[in-house]
């Protein structure tokens, strides 16, 4: 795996002491790491892991904590700002719209994620053939997914910009993204391609499961 471990852990008890994430959300991206994660392989041909956090106000993070641990900018915008920190990590805030609208109870004035990005930087064969079993996996696993771009058209948000992407979405708060090929900082605007809305969070997916049972994806392909 490309990305370092270790690394991972220091950034995760970051968040965890700054109470950016609650116990469900740390226990996701913990997660990560195990032996048991279903897209291990696209985690390890990833060149970076990000964070993407939602928060109040971008101007109040304790931001020379994060350059004392070797935190850098790589990319700030209004309402924005990405740092990255060794291993292959980053972590991105923000306090303005990255989604698409969908049902949830969360309220702006707290901090929550969004999601996680599997940044797949290499845009050979070999790693597309990687990357374009995310979808099978989704189905083995009952996730939703979607996919973002054809590899012709770029998908563009965040002031960045990326071949393709696919979404995947495990439970109402579980959301990762994949992003495969090279990543272009563009400055002609944010972007129209925000992540889709989790399809666990809009009514055709809002049941009540019977005797405990979870309720899984009835559609598989968007």
Same mark, same amino acid.
């Given at each position: 795996?490309?990305?370092?471990?270790?690394?991972?852990?220091?950034?995760?008890?970051?968040? $965890? $002491?700054?109470?950016?994430?609650?116990?469900?959300?740390?226990?996701?991206?913990?997660?990560?790491?195990?032996?048991? %994660?279903?897209?291990?392989?696209?985690?390890?041909?990833?060149?970076? /892991?990000?964070?993407?956090?939602? &928060?109040?106000?971008?101007? $109040? @993070?304790?931001?020379? @904590?994060?350059?004392?641990?070797?935190?850098? &900018?790589?990319? =700030?915008?209004?309402?924005?700002?990405?740092?990255?920190?060794?291993? *292959?990590?980053?972590?991105? +805030?923000?306090?303005?719209?990255?989604?698409?609208?969908?049902?949830?109870?969360?309220?702006?004035?707290?901090?929550? @994620?969004?999601?996680?990005?599997?940044?797949? =930087?290499?845009?050979?064969?070999?790693?597309?053939?990687? %990357?374009?079993?995310?979808? +099978?996996?989704?189905?083995?696993?009952?996730?939703?997914?979607? =996919?973002? *771009?054809?590899?012709?058209?770029?998908?563009?948000?965040?002031?960045?910009?990326?071949?393709?992407?696919?979404? /995947?979405?495990?439970?109402?708060?579980?959301?990762?993204?994949?992003? %495969?090929?090279?990543?272009?900082?563009?400055?002609? *605007?944010?972007?129209?391609? #925000? =992540?889709?809305?989790?399809?666990?969070?809009?009514? &055709?997916?809002?049941?009540?499961?019977?005797?405990?049972?979870? #309720? $899984?994806?009835?559609?598989?392909?968007?």
């Amino acid at each position: 795996m490309k990305v370092n471990a270790p690394d991972l852990a220091i950034l995760s008890d970051i968040i $965890k $002491k700054e109470k950016f994430l609650n116990d469900e959300e740390l226990k996701i991206i913990s997660g990560l790491t195990k032996n048991d %994660f279903s897209f291990a392989p696209q985690l390890a041909i990833a060149e970076s /892991v990000h964070y993407h956090i939602h &928060v109040p106000d971008i101007e $109040k @993070l304790p931001h020379e @904590l994060f350059i004392s641990n070797n935190g850098i &900018v790589e990319n =700030r915008k209004e309402g924005y700002i990405k740092y990255g920190f060794p291993g *292959g990590l980053k972590i991105i +805030f923000s306090h303005i719209p990255v989604a698409q609208k969908e049902q949830s109870a969360k309220c702006f004035e707290q901090s929550w @994620l969004d999601h996680i990005g599997i940044d797949i =930087r290499s845009d050979n064969k070999e790693a597309y053939i990687i %990357f374009q079993q995310i979808p +099978f996996i989704a189905v083995q696993q009952d996730y939703f997914f979607k =996919r973002q *771009g054809d590899g012709l058209e770029a998908v563009k948000c965040c002031h960045m910009q990326v071949k393709e992407k696919y979404w /995947v979405y495990a439970a109402k708060h579980i959301n990762y993204e994949f992003a %495969f090929g090279p990543l272009v900082i563009h400055e002609n *605007g944010f972007g129209i391609d #925000l =992540r889709p809305a989790n399809p666990f969070n809009n009514p &055709v997916a809002e049941e009540i499961p019977c005797c405990g049972e979870q #309720l $899984k994806a009835k559609i598989f392909v968007n």
